[in-house]
Nanobody
């Protein structure tokens, strides 16, 4: 069984910064792509950023230049550094990972979500 546990959300003023972390644990053989998604009230969950196992990154246009995704493969952990936060960044942020367990079974796991609130 594999779990993704997020941390680092909270309340911050516009222009401030937050760093989210997400650690995968359990019977993990290999973690491929990892990413962050967010959901705001009345909207579907949307991609924020992804990172491959080799470090290639992809960002939503709305966060380019402000957010940075990174990972520590040895710890099966992905991070999201969020700078110059805007009120429209408010939402619940979910971590996602594509991984294989020791039985070589593929899973796409999601974390429980961490809330980010950016005040004006």
């Amino acid at each position: 069984q594999v779990q993704l546990v997020e941390s680092g959300g909270g309340l911050v003023q516009a222009g401030g910064s937050l760093r989210l972390s997400c650690a995968a644990s359990g019977s993990i053989f290999r973690v491929n792509a990892m990413g962050w998604y967010r959901q705001t009230p009345g909207k579907q969950r949307e991609l924020v950023a992804t990172i491959s196992s080799g470090g290639s990154t992809n960002y939503a246009d709305s966060v380019k230049g402000r957010f940075t995704i990174s990972r520590e493969n040895a710890k099966n952990t992905v991070y999201l550094q969020m700078n110059s936060l805007k009120t429209e960044d408010t939402g619940v942020y979910y971590c996602n990972a594509d991984l294989y367990n020791f039985a070589r079974e593929f899973f796409r796991n999601w974390g429980q979500g961490t809330k980010v609130t950016v005040s004006a």
